[in-house]
């Protein structure tokens, strides 16, 4: 009875029987499509995946070449900078997190920045490092060293940045780097930037990006889940390329033809003024021993994160140290001209030695009177140069002419840029009688005499004027101002020598040139000459020009103090020149910005420095000028 | 008796066939699963052990009849009762959870045992009070409290997976043996309303956040979410062929967290492909339908309802552990049948398959 009961009970069962075996078929069925969906249909994305979490590409990055000046004294070089990486899902969660907080002694905001990155890292990039500080403190440095094996997935890792042991002297033709942004991208493709890495920014540093930075090598290996190598196990199917190792090539070093004693000098001869700048060339190369602008900033501290508040004031600085007044500046040259036109006036022969001019003081032109520094009596091409006279100037020019003036001034490297090659450089500027007939209407004599004494529309760099005065000096050869003199591998292998480059010649015949050389000297050494009292007694005998240059007018701030508008409102002071007179070595261009005149403030500034660079030397040459 | 009598005649040779193929392609994927660099390499050792022992209680399970465990069942199950009181008392604090009683060496997981005790207990209730017009939801009372003891001393542990199989295999046994179906939707319309309050006061803050993985597979800080990824990557990269047995690189390089008790099907997908996961799912699918023909041609209700426990045992844990590392239920770490690592689960489920054997063999033993 029992069993027929529960024959019926099992026979009941099996109409459920049937749907129960329908169910597990769909359910398996289920499980099967979403393995097809997985294996078959979104195999390749998966695949892909697998395959980046097993690969890591690790760049090697290239050190940037070092610089150095002519003595091999370091300008610039790396120093490595200890920055933290996170792997997040090595951390030990918000544990983790509080841990470094603590080590690092880090304030509110930036454990809470930290955090915030931490969470929104995707989950395809939770098993790589991220860089969440850089440049981290000595301090922080010890105490994440000595806890490292409590912390799991976080690394420090030293990675090399620029560091300028000189500061801010030499800044803008030293230049600096920071990271790369989106133009420069877009600029070089070629070069393939990477987010994050540097480029130059300014000077030889920008100008010699390519030579300098070298090219980074790539490190592709395979990483188990939590980051460590496994250099020794590749699986089938893994990809050669996943495994592969390029190593880097180091940039190569510049020395430069700078001397950073002797711009230390030009520092110290500029204390007490706040703006200028200065050029020393030797005359016979062209090769730039200092390159010199006032006032500058800290290397260091841009190459650094430089904040925007530092940035702003530097450039709301009145003074302007963002500019590189040597390269990318242009003034009116003013007197320091004069020896130009003197050129062309006796080269072509349109006035002889014993041409003599009197000076009343006074020049009359029109109805108009244009006044002369002083009253200087009769005078001829020497004592007008030695007292600065315009009036023999003008009349210099009346017979000269634009087109000639600005012929020879040509020949002497103005109107065109150098070619030194760094900051942007200016061409100055030589107006034109179509020119002036454009912009003025017509053209009269008035635009000649101006730019006779290097005033009106003239502009010239301070690169320019030394080149100028080297020509002068070294008998009328025109070279290229070199900053760079050779490139190097990391071991002291020269790459490249780069020769003095001659860029163009003088059409004066010597003697003329001596004769102006003899004027020029009077100008420091004779007691009538306007840089007389910034002579050194006993010491090197200097030879060159001053010049006083107005400037345009300042027109004057809310709230600007009265000393102030005075102080823009004042002459720019200039001395150009070279030494020693009798056997030139260097040229040398010293301008102060509103520095007043010439021969007071800017020949002092240029005889001492100089006196500094030149004095050990001096009593050899001077020996030797007094045997001839 | 009927054993006695043509043991070859009666031995069910697909339920042994099956089994034995899967037991086999389980130890040699143990070996590929751990065998990157730093896991315990002789884990599939220690599983061929396991394997071999449950083998013979398979075979001891067999050779007595099964109205003998008919006849004892409440033992059996008092037994699985005291043995999970036994753990909070004796059992060892792993990961947060008691689950393990320390025997030896070794160490055992009653919550896996109970589940066949569960089964017996069921069966034996259900054998004596047939209920032949329909179970009312009155006549599941006695049921449910059978239930609930085992489930609430689970839940206690806590061990979310086994408490929830445990229910699944009394819902799937309740369902198939004449539950009226206005009860079953009661049952379903109880349990929809009480998951907010299970949420609330029954899970755990890492099970909360297991399933709030889940629900968001994109908020990734949470670690599970980021191995049910990961499962995913090596399922969807072993594509259709596999890539080569110890050549997984999801597996080689450790992205797979616990691979040899949560995630070998994982392991086995990404070196086999959808074809080694075809066959695999066969495999199971072929077991599952076994137990429930076995189960209908059963000779009586004990054996019937022994046989539906066993197959809705293999039946949840396979779909919930390949629906998990596959990315369709959230990670509970329920285990593979004879494919997942672990003493207890191949005891456990060597035990029900010698129990199915047995209700196979006396079909015709009257």
Not at chain 1, 475 to 488: A, D, F, K, S
Request: hydrophobic content about 45%.
């Amino acid at each position: 009875m029992t069993v027929l009961l529960h024959r019926r009970e099992v026979g009941e069962f099996k109409t459920r029987y049937k749907w129960m075996a329908l169910v597990v078929l769909v359910v398996f069925g289920g499980l099967l499509g979403r393995m097809i969906q997985l294996q078959l249909f979104e195999s390749s994305e998966w695949s892909e995946i697998a395959q980046d979490n097993i690969t890591k590409t690790f760049i090697l990055p290239a050190s940037r070449g070092v610089i150095r000046d002519m003595h091999g004294e370091v300008v610039a070089t790396n120093r490595p900078s200890y920055d933290v990486y996170i792997t997040p899902q090595l951390l030990n969660g918000d544990e983790g997190l509080r841990r470094v907080t603590e080590l690092m002694r880090l304030n509110q905001e930036d454990a809470e920045r930290l955090k915030h990155r931490l969470e929104r890292v995707p989950l395809r990039r939770r098993t790589h490092q991220i860089r969440m500080f850089r440049d981290i403190t000595r301090d922080q440095l010890a105490a994440l060293e000595t806890y490292s094996r409590e912390l799991p997935g976080v690394d420090v890792l030293a990675v090399p940045v620029r560091t300028y042991p000189h500061g801010n002297l030499g800044a803008h033709v030293v230049g600096y780097l920071n990271e790369v942004n989106a133009e420069d991208l877009e600029r070089h493709p070629e070069r393939g930037y990477r987010a994050g890495e540097v480029i130059g920014r300014n000077g030889v540093e920008s100008a010699w990006e390519e030579t300098l930075r070298g090219q980074r090598g790539l490190r592709r290996a395979l990483v188990d889940a939590r980051g460590r190598l496994q250099p020794d196990r590749v699986p089938e199917g893994v990809e050669a390329s996943a495994v592969s190792h390029v190593a880097a090539i180091p940039g190569q070093e510049l020395a430069l033809t700078l001397d950073m004693d002797l711009m230390a000098a030009v520092s110290r001869a500029f204390r007490g003024h706040p703006s200028g700048a200065a050029v020393v060339v030797e005359v016979n190369t062209g090769r730039v021993r200092a390159l010199f602008s006032k006032p500058a900033y800290d290397l260091n501290e841009m190459a650094g994160r430089l904040s925007q508040r530092r940035f702003d004031e530097l450039r709301q600085d009145p003074f302007r140290p963002l500019i590189d007044k040597t390269v990318y500046e242009s003034y009116f040259p003013g007197s320091t001209f004069k020896p130009i036109s003197a050129v062309a006036a006796l080269a072509d022969n349109v006035i002889d030695r014993g041409y003599r001019v009197d000076c009343p003081g006074y020049y009359e032109l029109g109805n108009r009177r244009f006044r002369c520094t002083q009253v200087h009596g009769e005078v001829d091409m020497e004592s007008a140069m030695i007292g600065s006279c315009n009036i023999y100037f003008w009349r210099l020019a009346e017979q000269v002419g634009l087109e000639r003036l600005n012929r020879y001034a040509r020949q002497f490297g103005f109107g065109e840029s150098t070619g030194i090659g760094i900051n942007t450089e200016a061409s100055g500027f030589l107006a034109t009688r179509e020119w002036f007939e454009r912009r003025y209407g017509r053209f009269r004599l008035g635009h000649t005499l101006n730019a006779a004494i290097g005033q009106g529309n003239t502009r010239a760099t301070l690169v320019q004027i030394a080149s100028a005065y080297a020509a002068i000096a070294n008998g009328g050869t025109l070279y290229r101002p070199q900053i760079v003199e050779r490139t190097l591998l990391s071991d002291g292998q020269i790459v490249e020598e780069f020769e003095p480059e001659v860029t163009g010649r003088v059409d004066a015949p010597r003697e003329d040139l001596d004769y102006l050389i003899e004027g020029l000297w009077g100008v420091v050494n004779n007691e009538a000459g306007t840089a007389y009292d910034a002579r050194v007694e006993g010491g090197v005998t200097v030879a060159g020009k001053t010049g006083t240059a107005q400037v345009s007018r300042h027109s004057p701030r809310e709230g600007e103090s009265q000393e102030r508008i005075w102080y823009l409102n004042r002459d720019h002071a200039w001395f150009a020149g070279f030494a020693p007179a009798s056997r030139p070595l260097v040229s040398i261009v010293v301008l102060v910005e509103h520095g007043g005149a010439g021969g007071r403030t800017a020949a002092p500034i240029g005889t001492r420095i100089l006196q500094e660079y030149l004095g050990d030397d001096v009593e050899a040459s001077e020996t030797e000028a007094g045997t001839n | 008796m009927a054993l006695n009598r043509g043991f070859r005649n009666y031995f069910d040779w697909p339920l042994f066939i099956t089994v034995a193929i899967i037991a086999v392609i389980g130890v040699v994927n143990l070996y590929s699963a751990t065998s990157a660099p730093g896991a315990r390499a002789d884990i599939y050792i220690q599983q061929i052990y396991w394997l071999t022992l449950g083998a013979g209680v398979a075979v001891l399970i067999v050779a007595i009849d099964y109205r003998y465990y008919e006849r004892h069942g409440w033992v059996a199950y008092g037994a699985g009762i005291v043995l999970l009181i036994l753990v909070f008392l004796l059992g060892r604090t792993i990961r947060g959870s008691q689950r393990w009683i320390p025997i030896g060496g070794f160490s055992l997981q009653p919550s896996e045992l109970m589940k066949i005790f569960l089964i017996i207990a069921l069966a034996k209730y259900l054998h004596n009070d047939p209920k032949t017009d329909g179970r009312t939801l009155k006549d599941l009372v006695i049921p449910g409290l059978i239930l609930a003891v085992p489930m609430g001393l689970i839940l206690a542990q806590p061990d979310l997976g086994t408490a929830m199989i445990c229910a699944f295999i009394f819902g799937t046994i309740m369902v198939l043996t004449n539950l009226k179906l206005r009860s079953l939707w009661a049952l379903a319309v109880v349990f929809v309303a009480s998951a907010p309050l299970t949420w609330t006061y029954l899970l755990r803050d890492y099970q909360r956040e297991r399933l709030t993985a889940f629900l968001n597979p994109d908020d990734v800080l949470l670690d599970s979410g980021w191995h049910a990824h990961q499962s995913l990557v090596a399922i969807g990269s072993g594509q259709g062929f596999g890539k080569g047995f110890m050549q997984g690189t999801q597996n080689q390089f450790r992205f797979l967290p616990d691979q040899q008790t949560d995630f070998p099907f994982t392991v086995w997908a990404e070196e086999q492909g959808l074809i080694g996961t075809s066959v695999l799912i066969f495999l199971y699918l072929f077991l599952v339908l076994w137990g429930l023909k076995v189960a209908a041609q059963a000779k009586d209700r004990f054996g019937a309802v022994v046989a539906v426990g066993v197959s809705s045992l293999i039946f949840w844990h396979t779909v919930i552990n390949i629906g998990m590392v596959s990315g369709l239920l959230p990670v509970v770490g329920v285990t593979l049948p004879l494919f997942s690592y672990g003493g207890s689960s191949v005891l456990t489920i060597m035990m029900g398959i010698g129990l199915l054997m047995n209700v196979s063999m006396r079909r015709f033993s009257f």
